[in-house]
């Protein structure tokens, strides 16, 4: 009976433990940075990488096919106006100018022929052998030979001319950039054989996402830093805005003329 009454007693005890609270614990200060907060004025931009390029550039080619025999350029070479850039094979272009030549001469043997002809016939209608009729036969031959020697004539010069297109030449001051056949290559007539980036205002080729389109179109000045010399800033204002995005980038093209470009 005792140890019952001893049992129960603890179990008391144990529960009144239980469903008390427990001791609140004090709070550690903790460091806190503070800063105070003002206005100040905020510049928006932004910063895009692209090539600087000639403003003027011209893709350099024959006038007629042929096979390349000399190319005397290369990449980065600085040509001037009538430089010789590179020559295709004359010998079939010589052929066709000396057998326009040929021809030629032989419309004017025909004429020639033909001029001695109305002569002489109008020698013998003033007399009254012939009668006139057959001296107008006479002068229209003439006159269709006369005809054949301009045509031949005017054949001959062009041949004579692509003759001439055999060699390509600068014909603006500039900087090859690049260079699309060599020699022994056959190319065809008004293929791209060399560009070249013609002397003068110098602009920079940048790719801008649609949404700062806007943005670029009201920007007045715009500052060109060369990566060689990041702390010279360049003046350059926006000349032109692609209408249209790249297909595969979906970015527009947007050309920034410099200002006074240094060399």
Do not use: H
């Not at 090539?51 to 003027?56: D, G, I, L, Q």
């Not at 013609?198 to 920079?204: K, N, S």
């Amino acid at each position: 009976m005792m140890n019952r009454t001893l049992m129960a007693g603890a179990l008391a005890v144990a529960l009144l433990s239980a469903c008390s609270k427990p001791q609140p614990v004090a709070d550690v200060p903790r460091p806190v940075v503070v800063q105070k907060l003002a206005l100040s004025p905020v510049v928006a931009g932004a910063l895009y990488s692209g090539e600087v390029r000639a403003r003027y550039e011209s893709d350099l080619a024959f006038r007629i096919g042929g096979k390349i025999v000399e190319r005397q350029v290369d990449v980065g070479a600085v040509v001037k106006p009538g430089q010789l850039l590179a020559r295709l094979d004359p010998s079939d272009a010589g052929l066709a100018a000396e057998a326009r030549r040929a021809q030629l001469a032989a419309a004017e043997n025909e004429r020639a022929f033909a001029k001695a002809e109305m002569t002489r016939y109008q020698d013998l209608v003033a007399r009254g052998f012939v009668s006139r009729s057959v001296l107008e036969a006479k002068e229209t031959t003439f006159k269709s030979a006369a005809a054949r020697v301009e045509q031949a004539r005017a054949q001959a010069t062009v041949a004579g001319n692509q003759a001439g297109y055999t060699r390509l030449v600068a014909d603006q001051p500039g900087v090859i950039t690049a260079v699309a056949a060599e020699v022994g290559q056959v190319v065809k007539e008004s293929a791209m054989v060399m560009k070249l980036a013609r002397e003068g205002e110098r602009e920079v080729l940048i790719a801008v996402p649609e949404r700062r389109i806007a943005a670029l179109r009201k920007a007045g000045q715009v500052d060109v830093r060369m990566l060689n010399e990041p702390e010279t800033a360049l003046q350059g204002r926006v000349r032109e805005i692609a209408p249209s995005a790249d297909a595969a980038t979906r970015t527009y093209a947007v050309r920034v003329s410099i200002i006074d470009a240094a060399p």
